[in-house]
């Protein structure tokens, strides 16, 4: 079996894409979560004794969700700019039986192939428009679903991926 998709980045979509996905959603969610709790007691304190907490560490802990947040989204933008540069970056991808081809081309690298064995694939999430295939915690591929020729291919290499890499 081969089936081959193309995919198209462009550095603002690849942080787009690195920012939605399970793991940051889950610490940025846990962030929020401390921010809420903090304003809570913020709040009930207020309501109880009429005075604001006049501690630093408690506004440190509430401006800290907002500027790591800020943070995170301009230092991967920044990251993938140095990484594809500014233009569209061509992706293909070849699903085999034991292995995924790439070929990648931008700006940067002007011709970068690689094979990767499913049993080196670390993780897969499945989203709505992407599938992101792991190689290592927090390198992962984006997989534009609109870049299969049928939809049947696209079901066909999902249900490989399932099958074939470890989670």
């Not at 690195?18 to 610490?27: D, E, G, V």
């Not at 913020?42 to 500027?67: D, N, Q, R």
């Not at 192939?113 to 992962?140: S, V």
Request: hydrophobic letters at 40%; proline letters at 2%.
């Amino acid at each position: 079996m081969e089936i081959k998709n193309e995919t198209l980045l462009t550095y603002q979509l690849l942080t787009k894409l690195a920012l939605s996905t399970r793991r940051l959603r889950i610490c940025l969610y846990i962030t929020y979560a401390c921010l809420i709790c903090m304003l809570s007691f913020e709040l009930y304190y207020f309501a109880t004794t009429g005075e604001w907490i006049k501690s630093p560490m408690v506004y440190f802990t509430l401006v800290f969700p907002i500027v790591y947040h800020a943070y995170l989204y301009f230092m991967t933008r920044k990251t993938y700019k140095k990484l594809i540069g500014e233009n569209i970056s061509r992706h293909s991808y070849i699903f085999k039986d034991e292995e995924i081809e790439s070929n990648v081309i931008n700006d940067l690298t002007k011709d970068s192939h690689a094979t990767y064995p499913y049993n080196k694939l670390t993780n897969i999430e499945i989203k709505e428009d992407y599938i992101f295939l792991y190689l290592t915690r927090y390198m992962m591929f984006p997989i534009d679903k609109k870049g299969f020729a049928s939809e049947s291919e696209r079901d066909k290499v999902i249900a490989l991926l399932k099958e074939k890499v470890k989670k």
